[in-house]
Each structure stands twice: as structure tokens, then as C-alpha cells.
Nanobody
Framework: QVQLVESGGGVVQAGGSLRLACAAS????????MGWYRQAPGKQRDLVAT???????NYADSVKGRFTISRDNAKNTVYLQMDSLKPEDTAVYYC???????????????WGKGTLVTVST
């Protein structure tokens, strides 16, 4: 049973940077894509970035050019570098892994607790 633990969140001023990490206890299936989601208060959980097993990345328009997703398969860890942060990036950030298709991202693991990112003005 894979468990996902997100870390690296905190309080940062607008324009600042944070680097999130998602560590998996147990081996992540190397063929799975990995993704970062976020959920702002009172809103649904949205996908913000994905990375395939081959390293191809994709981003939501709202974070494109500011966020960078990467993965270290040897360490079973996925990262999200967040630069030029805006107050609207405030949310709990989660990671997960699964099948990335033209129809969507179908996650395969249980959700972790997430890590809170707060961007102040």
C-alpha cells in the first residue's frame, strides 16, 4: 500500500517561491504519471501539473510559466517548484499517481493529508 506524504508548504509573500515534495512510502509504479493537485477553501480539488514516466510535463493555464514539476524515481519523490506565487495560489496541495489519458488523470493511490500553502499580499 503506497502512502503519499506531502511537505514543503508554508506562508510566503506574493512573488516568493516554495518547493513542495511528495514522498511515497513503497514503490511508485514507474509507469504511472504523477500529478499535483490543489484545493482552495470552499472549492474543488484541481489538477495543476502532471509529469509522465518519461518526463513529459503539463500545467494548468493558471500556473504555466511559474510552476515546475519534476520527479526522482529512485527516491520515489515528486517535486513542485512554485515561483512568482500569487495570493490565488493559496490552497492545500496534494500529489497522486496514476494513468494519464486524453480523457483525464485517473489516480490510483489514497490521498495524503496535503501541505498548506498560504500566499500573503
Amino acid at each position: 500500500q503506497v502512502q503519499l506524504v506531502e511537505s514543503g508548504g508554508g506562508v510566503v509573500q506574493a512573488g516568493g517561491s516554495l518547493r513542495l515534495a511528495c514522498a511515497a512510502s513503497g514503490s511508485i509504479f514507474s509507469g504511472y504519471a504523477m500529478g499535483w493537485y490543489r484545493q482552495a477553501p470552499g472549492k474543488q480539488r484541481d489538477l495543476v501539473a502532471t509529469i509522465t514516466s518519461g518526463g513529459s510535463t503539463n500545467y494548468a493555464d493558471s500556473v504555466k510559466g511559474r510552476f515546475t514539476i519534476s520527479r526522482d524515481n529512485a527516491k520515489n519523490t515528486v517535486y513542485l517548484q512554485m515561483d512568482s506565487l500569487k495570493p490565488e495560489d493559496t490552497a492545500v496541495y496534494y500529489c497522486n499517481g496514476g494513468l494519464l489519458t486524453v480523457d483525464g488523470f485517473y489516480v490510483r493511490y489514497s490521498w495524503g493529508k496535503g501541505t498548506l500553502v498560504t500566499v500573503s499580499t
